[in-house]
Every structure is written in structure tokens, then in C-alpha cells.
């Protein structure tokens, strides 16, 4: 009892709670009863209540430090599930309407910005945008070696598109192509060590009107897990549904469309 | 189990869509039996309310997977660091002053500087300029080249940027360039997936972050193979998962055209390409948190790598540059189910299994 942090008054009412309580039991009287069980019932809380705020101050004592190491750290986890929640409630659209309509933006920004990508080395429209841009960066003598460097795999990657095709050295004709497109619906190919993607592109009027995907034949099952010296566990063939860490496909894109593009230009 | 009356099966679908400065494949499989999320959907209602079960509507896959693109477009559009119309690039043109965002973008870039923190600044969304200086300013799939007109500010960190959560507006204390890749891919990620969760069983590739819901084909847990860093078509693990994301950041994309042994993550610490590990690979329970670590644990190694991990309850798997594979504790490889069996590392926090560089194998 003397730990119970409800100090000498609280023991005096208790008591005399108590002690009412048993008194009035004791006078039989059915009014009276009542009245005790309820004195009774009293001072049995009054106890319950002491012992909790003791315990209440205890479990204060450690959670304390506790509940401040989980707001230092948050959980990364719930963050990022909140994150998706916020923005999925927030309702960028609800109609299919509105997604087609972004997408169809997308496609056209993509077409406006395929042209230039698909004419790798066309030193007339890159070498004005590089002096146009360079005014405000900080390193002017930089801009150009690295720019055609950067460039470099499209251009190196582009006649091994071609040599599929019978077409041949893609960068002077492409430099002209921008009219040269004959009107129709191309198709190219593009390969990559997990498979194949057909690419196909619309001209009309001489212009790239479209350009998406028809065909994305990917083979993941021919993949062989590199097999680590040491490891003597007997594998079944291996069959993966996707690839962690594949991104060659961009490439295999990227030549199917110049693949495409070189089809328009009557070859 | 019988098969639901009311189930009508969802014939498999594949679309891929350039989009993101990569290919984004969806495909979402047909029902099965094993598809139980959907299955215990039906009961429960036609428990409730058998009357109304025939009304049910069967979501329209191609809706739903054209909903799922257009997220992608969407947060491309506003988180985009090549195009100067983006959010994001406008945001950047604003230095001192608190900007109100969208909220895409106020949450990618608080999601963005949470995991900043917890890496000790491995992961930092502010290395944006460094990636321009170094040659990464070309979209990939379009080829569009941006050139943004910011002063180099020499230390810029994740600590430059302020948000604040009440008015939702972004504070820029210094001038930088931010750059949201991976976090903004990994939440387009996210949002398709949840717009594909009421079909169950269904997969999101996005360049090879992917996120894999339900089951495959067959009625398994989707099996997902790991690039080999240093073979095109070679794999160097391959895992079962069901319902979380799997994110690989390596060091044989993107080489940089200004450095002879660059790569496109830098160590935000160093301002140079990191070279403590080859390929790191996440796997947790949303893209956009998985493909930010995959860049962190990248940066930091092996070592300290796999001790985020562990800390923060995601699993991983870091290869060296000597091709030798450490793994979180609850990663547990596809082909191998018992080779949890894995040697304990001297390094101490990281498990190591024996790799091509010929070191001791482990216990069988």
C-alpha cells in the first residue's frame, strides 16, 4: 500500500469508504444495502484506479524514448504506400476519357521528339541547338565532344539495324528524310538477348504521324542462370517469367524503328 | 476449390508502350483457380448479397491497363527532367521562393528525401546537375537533349530542398537540378499496380523494374530472373515473388559518354560514378521504394548496403565487382530453397555466397 501513489488522504476516504460500506451492509436493511454495495464498489475503484495511474506512469517511463526513436526513423514502407494512396485519392482522372487524352499527348510529344533521334548524325540541326543552348551552362567548351559522344551508340547501333534490311549508310539519307518518308505503315524489327520487338510507324503525308509497338516477343525462357563455381545444386531448366535489371529492350526498339523508318524511304 | 460461376476469366493481355525513356510492358494473366484474391471477392459478396452478384460488373482489363499507361504519362509529364515544360523543371527555375506542387510531384520528392536521410545521403534526388554535366542529359527512347541554364551550385544535397507538408509547397534553398528517375518511375509503378489490383495476377515491367502481382501463368508465384552484371543474357539468380516490386540498379546501362569508366549513379557524396558494387537488386513491397534503395545499396556496397536493407525490413541482393553475391537474411533465391544455408561473410552484416571470383564455396 505505500507505494500506491494516492497519499494519506486518499487512504483516510478509502478507508472510511470502506468502512461505511461494511457498516451499512451489516445494518439489514434493504434500502440501506444498496447504498453500501455502492460505497463498496467505490473504494474497490478508488484502489483499481490508484494502481493503474501507477502503472500508467511506468509504461509513460519507457514508451517515451521509444515512440521518439519511431518518429526520428519513419518507416519507409508506409511512407511510400501513403504516397500512392495520396495521389491515387487526389483523382488525376477518373474518366477513360481523360487517361486516352494523356496519352494521346504523350504520343504526340514522342512523335515531335522521335524525328531528331532517328537522323543520328545530322550535324546542321544539332550544331545550332548546342550553340543556342551552351549560352547559360557553365562549361562551353564541353558541350560539343560530348554531345556527339553521347551520341554515339544510337549511330554506331544504327547500321547494325540496317544491315537486316538492305538499307546502308542510314546517316546521309536520314539527314534528308524528313520529306522522304513515303505515305503507309511500316514495320521494323529490333532484337535484343530477351527478345524481339516489332515497331511500327504511320506516314502520312510525308510526315511520322504514329509510332508504338505491334509486337514485343520476349523469351525469357532462354535465359541459363549463370551457374557460380561451387554451387553442385541440381537445377531444372530455367524458366523466368521476367527479368530484373533487362533494359536492353530500348535498344532493340530503337532499331526497329529505324528499321521502320528506313522502309519509308522507299527501300 | 470449384470453380465460381461468376468468374469469368480475364483472357491474358500484353501491351507495351514506349513511354518513360524506356519500354513499359503490362500484362495482366487470366483467371485461374488459383487466383484467390478475386475468388474470395465473389464469395464474400454473393454471401452478402446473392441478388446482386449477377450485376457485377467484370473490370475491363483494357480500361484498366489504359489507365495504367496513363499514369505512366502522367508522372512522366510532371516529373521529367527533359523537358522544361515538366513540373519538376519549372520547379527548379524557382530558387528561394516556396512553390506550390502538384501532388505527384510533392510526393516523390518527400518519399525522395525520406530515403535521402535514412541512406545517409547515398540516395539524394538534388544530383541532377551532376547527371547533366556528365552527359546523361539525353532521354533515352526519344532523344530529346536538355540542357538546363543552372549555375553548378559545387555541394548541392538533399538538405537544400525544403517541403512543407502544410501548404504542400517545395522550397529550394540553392540553385539545383533535381532529378526524380527512379523514384517517379517506381511510383508510376505503383499507381499501375493499383490500378491492376482488381484483376489479381498481373505483371509490370518498366525496364526492368518490375512489379509482379498474383501469380503467373501457371498459378505460381512469378518467377523473376536477375541480369547478370556482366552477361547480356545471363542471369545471376532468380527469385519467386508474389505481390511486392523487384528492382535492379547495375552499372551496365547508360555507360557515360564523358568518362571512359562512368555509369549513370553517381554517389551523390562524391559527385563521382559509385564503384563499390556492380548491380543491386530490391525487392519490398512498392516499386518506388525498391528502386530507390536498389540506387542506394548500389552506392554504398556491399557491406553497408545489405545493413540499410536489413534495417530498413527490405530484402536485397548486392553483387560486387568481383561478381560475389551478398544477400539480406529473408532473401532466399528461387532455384536454391535451401540456400538460406549461406556462408555468414567476414564482414560480418552481410551474408556472402561464393561467386566467380573463385573464393571458398559455401557449406552444402
Same mark, same amino acid.
Given at each position: 500500500?505505500?507505494?500506491? #501513489?494516492?497519499?494519506?488522504?486518499?487512504?483516510?476516504?478509502?478507508?472510511?469508504?470502506?468502512?461505511? &460500506?461494511?457498516?451499512?451492509?451489516?445494518?439489514?436493511?434493504?434500502?440501506?444495502?444498496?447504498?453500501?454495495?455502492?460505497?463498496?464498489?467505490?473504494?474497490?475503484?478508488?484502489?483499481?484506479?490508484?494502481?493503474?495511474?501507477?502503472?500508467?506512469?511506468?509504461?509513460?517511463?519507457?514508451?517515451?524514448?521509444?515512440?521518439?526513436?519511431?518518429?526520428?526513423?519513419?518507416?519507409?514502407?508506409?511512407?511510400?504506400?501513403?504516397?500512392?494512396?495520396?495521389?491515387?485519392?487526389?483523382?488525376?482522372?477518373?474518366?477513360?476519357?481523360?487517361?486516352?487524352?494523356?496519352?494521346? =499527348?504523350?504520343?504526340? =510529344?514522342?512523335?515531335?521528339?522521335?524525328?531528331?533521334?532517328?537522323?543520328?548524325?545530322?550535324?546542321?540541326?544539332?550544331?545550332?541547338?548546342?550553340?543556342?543552348? #551552351?549560352?547559360?551552362?557553365?562549361?562551353?567548351?564541353?558541350?560539343?565532344?560530348?554531345?556527339?559522344?553521347?551520341?554515339?551508340?544510337?549511330?554506331?547501333?544504327?547500321?547494325?539495324?540496317?544491315?537486316?534490311?538492305?538499307?546502308?549508310?542510314?546517316?546521309?539519307?536520314?539527314?534528308?528524310?524528313?520529306? &522522304?518518308?513515303?505515305?503507309?505503315?511500316?514495320?521494323?524489327?529490333?532484337?535484343?538477348?530477351?527478345?524481339?520487338?516489332?515497331?511500327?510507324?504511320?506516314?502520312?503525308?510525308?510526315?511520322?504521324?504514329?509510332?508504338?509497338?505491334?509486337?514485343?516477343?520476349?523469351?525469357?525462357?532462354?535465359?541459363?542462370?549463370?551457374?557460380?563455381?561451387?554451387?553442385?545444386?541440381?537445377? =531444372?531448366?530455367?524458366?523466368?517469367?521476367?527479368?530484373?535489371?533487362?533494359?536492353?529492350?530500348?535498344?532493340?526498339?530503337?532499331?526497329?524503328?529505324?528499321?521502320?523508318?528506313?522502309?519509308?524511304?522507299?527501300? | 476449390?470449384?470453380?465460381?460461376?461468376?468468374?469469368?476469366?480475364?483472357?491474358?493481355?500484353?501491351?507495351?508502350?514506349?513511354?518513360?525513356?524506356?519500354?513499359?510492358?503490362?500484362?495482366?494473366?487470366?483467371?485461374?483457380?488459383?487466383?484467390?484474391?478475386?475468388?474470395?471477392?465473389?464469395?464474400?459478396?454473393?454471401?452478402?448479397?446473392?441478388?446482386?452478384?449477377?450485376?457485377?460488373?467484370? $473490370?475491363?482489363?483494357?480500361?484498366?491497363?489504359?489507365?495504367?499507361?496513363?499514369?505512366?504519362?502522367?508522372?512522366?509529364?510532371?516529373?521529367?527532367?527533359?523537358?522544361?515544360?515538366?513540373?519538376?523543371?519549372?520547379? @527548379?527555375?524557382?530558387?528561394?521562393?516556396?512553390?506550390?506542387?502538384?501532388?505527384?510531384?510533392?510526393?516523390?520528392?518527400?518519399?525522395?528525401?525520406?530515403?535521402?536521410?535514412?541512406?545517409?545521403?547515398?540516395?539524394?534526388?538534388?544530383?541532377?546537375?551532376?547527371?547533366? @554535366?556528365?552527359?546523361?542529359?539525353?532521354?533515352?527512347?526519344?532523344?530529346?537533349?536538355?540542357?538546363?541554364?543552372?549555375?553548378?551550385?559545387?555541394?548541392?544535397?538533399?538538405?537544400?530542398?525544403?517541403?512543407?507538408?502544410?501548404?504542400?509547397?517545395?522550397?529550394?534553398?540553392?540553385?539545383?537540378?533535381?532529378?526524380?528517375?527512379?523514384?517517379?518511375?517506381?511510383?508510376?509503378? *505503383?499507381?499501375?499496380?493499383?490500378?491492376?489490383?482488381?484483376?489479381?495476377?498481373?505483371?509490370?515491367?518498366?525496364?526492368?523494374?518490375?512489379?509482379?502481382?498474383?501469380?503467373?501463368?501457371?498459378?505460381?508465384?512469378?518467377?523473376?530472373?536477375?541480369?547478370?552484371?556482366?552477361?547480356?543474357?545471363?542471369?545471376?539468380?532468380?527469385?519467386?515473388?508474389?505481390?511486392?516490386?523487384?528492382?535492379?540498379?547495375?552499372?551496365?546501362?547508360?555507360?557515360?559518354?564523358?568518362?571512359?569508366?562512368?555509369?549513370?549513379?553517381? *554517389?551523390?557524396?562524391?559527385?563521382?560514378?559509385?564503384?563499390?558494387?556492380?548491380?543491386?537488386?530490391?525487392?519490398?513491397? @512498392?516499386?518506388?521504394?525498391?528502386?530507390?534503395?536498389?540506387?542506394?545499396?548500389?552506392?554504398?556496397?556491399?557491406?553497408?548496403?545489405?545493413?540499410?536493407?536489413?534495417?530498413?525490413?527490405? *530484402?536485397?541482393?548486392?553483387?560486387?565487382?568481383?561478381?560475389?553475391?551478398?544477400?539480406?537474411?529473408?532473401?532466399?533465391?528461387?532455384?536454391? $530453397?535451401?540456400?538460406?544455408?549461406?556462408?555468414? *561473410?567476414?564482414?560480418?552484416?552481410?551474408?556472402?555466397?561464393?561467386?566467380?571470383?573463385?573464393?571458398?564455396?559455401?557449406?552444402?
Amino acid at each position: 500500500m505505500k507505494d500506491l #501513489p494516492i497519499g494519506k488522504r486518499g487512504l483516510i476516504s478509502l478507508a472510511v469508504a470502506l468502512a461505511l &460500506g461494511i457498516t451499512v451492509i451489516i445494518v439489514d436493511s434493504r434500502w440501506t444495502l444498496l447504498v453500501g454495495v455502492t460505497f463498496v464498489l467505490l473504494a474497490t475503484g478508488m484502489l483499481i484506479g490508484a494502481r493503474a495511474a501507477r502503472s500508467r506512469q511506468q509504461y509513460h517511463f519507457i514508451a517515451e524514448p521509444e515512440f521518439t526513436r519511431e518518429k526520428i526513423s519513419p518507416n519507409l514502407v508506409v511512407l511510400s504506400s501513403a504516397a500512392v494512396l495520396a495521389i491515387y485519392s487526389a483523382g488525376y482522372f477518373r474518366t477513360r476519357a481523360a487517361a486516352n487524352r494523356l496519352i494521346e =499527348q504523350a504520343a504526340q =510529344q514522342r512523335i515531335a521528339a522521335l524525328a531528331p533521334v532517328n537522323a543520328p548524325p545530322s550535324p546542321p540541326e544539332i550544331k545550332p541547338n548546342q550553340a543556342a543552348t #551552351p549560352s547559360g551552362t557553365p562549361t562551353p567548351a564541353e558541350p560539343p565532344r560530348k554531345k556527339l559522344a553521347t551520341r554515339a551508340p544510337a549511330t554506331a547501333r544504327a547500321p547494325k539495324a540496317a544491315s537486316d534490311s538492305p538499307a546502308d549508310p542510314s546517316a546521309p539519307r536520314q539527314q534528308a528524310s524528313q520529306s &522522304g518518308y513515303k505515305d503507309g505503315t511500316y514495320l521494323g524489327w529490333g532484337s535484343c538477348p530477351h527478345g524481339d520487338i516489332q515497331a511500327g510507324v504511320i506516314i502520312k503525308r510525308g510526315q511520322i504521324v504514329d509510332v508504338g509497338i505491334t509486337q514485343c516477343l520476349t523469351r525469357y525462357s532462354c535465359s541459363v542462370i549463370k551457374r557460380l563455381p561451387g554451387e553442385v545444386l541440381d537445377r =531444372q531448366s530455367v524458366n523466368v517469367d521476367v527479368v530484373s535489371g533487362a533494359t536492353e529492350s530500348v535498344y532493340a526498339f530503337h532499331d526497329a524503328v529505324a528499321q521502320a523508318l528506313s522502309k519509308a524511304q522507299g527501300q | 476449390m470449384t470453380k465460381n460461376p461468376y468468374v469469368r476469366t480475364v483472357p491474358p493481355y500484353l501491351r507495351t508502350v514506349p513511354v518513360m525513356g524506356t519500354l513499359v510492358t503490362i500484362q495482366v494473366v487470366g483467371h485461374g483457380p488459383e487466383a484467390p484474391q478475386r475468388a474470395e471477392r465473389i464469395s464474400e459478396k454473393q454471401e452478402h448479397d446473392p441478388q446482386r452478384v449477377p450485376d457485377w460488373e467484370e $473490370p475491363d482489363c483494357e480500361e484498366a491497363v489504359d489507365r495504367a499507361f496513363a499514369w505512366f504519362h502522367r508522372i512522366e509529364a510532371c516529373c521529367t527532367r527533359f523537358d522544361p515544360r515538366s513540373e519538376l523543371m519549372q520547379l @527548379t527555375a524557382r530558387i528561394g521562393v516556396p512553390v506550390p506542387v502538384s501532388s505527384i510531384l510533392f510526393e516523390a520528392l518527400q518519399f525522395a528525401l525520406a530515403v535521402a536521410e535514412q541512406s545517409g545521403g547515398a540516395f539524394d534526388p538534388t544530383v541532377g546537375h551532376g547527371m547533366e @554535366t556528365r552527359g546523361f542529359n539525353r532521354e533515352y527512347l526519344s532523344g530529346r537533349v536538355v540542357r538546363s541554364a543552372l549555375e553548378p551550385a559545387a555541394s548541392v544535397t538533399y538538405r537544400d530542398v525544403r517541403l512543407d507538408p502544410d501548404s504542400r509547397t517545395v522550397l529550394l534553398l540553392r540553385p539545383l537540378l533535381l532529378d526524380l528517375g527512379g523514384v517517379a518511375k517506381g511510383l508510376a509503378i *505503383d499507381m499501375a499496380a493499383r490500378e491492376l489490383a482488381a484483376f489479381g495476377n498481373f505483371a509490370i515491367d518498366a525496364g526492368g523494374d518490375l512489379y509482379l502481382g498474383g501469380c503467373n501463368r501457371d498459378g505460381a508465384p512469378w518467377s523473376v530472373g536477375i541480369r547478370h552484371p556482366r552477361g547480356d543474357s545471363e542471369l545471376i539468380d532468380s527469385l519467386r515473388v508474389s505481390g511486392c516490386a523487384v528492382c535492379t540498379s547495375g552499372d551496365y546501362e547508360r555507360r557515360s559518354a564523358s568518362e571512359v569508366d562512368g555509369h549513370h549513379i553517381l *554517389d551523390p557524396r562524391t559527385g563521382s560514378s559509385a564503384h563499390a558494387a556492380v548491380s543491386a537488386t530490391v525487392v519490398a513491397p @512498392t516499386a518506388m521504394l525498391a528502386d530507390a534503395l536498389a540506387t542506394a545499396a548500389f552506392v554504398l556496397g556491399p557491406a553497408d548496403g545489405i545493413r540499410l536493407l536489413e534495417r530498413l525490413g527490405v *530484402d536485397g541482393l548486392i553483387i560486387s565487382p568481383a561478381i560475389e553475391r551478398f544477400t539480406t537474411r529473408g532473401m532466399c533465391s528461387d532455384d536454391t $530453397p535451401g540456400s538460406a544455408a549461406i556462408l555468414s *561473410d567476414a564482414q560480418g552484416a552481410a551474408h556472402h555466397r561464393s561467386g566467380d571470383s573463385g573464393r571458398p564455396g559455401r557449406a552444402v
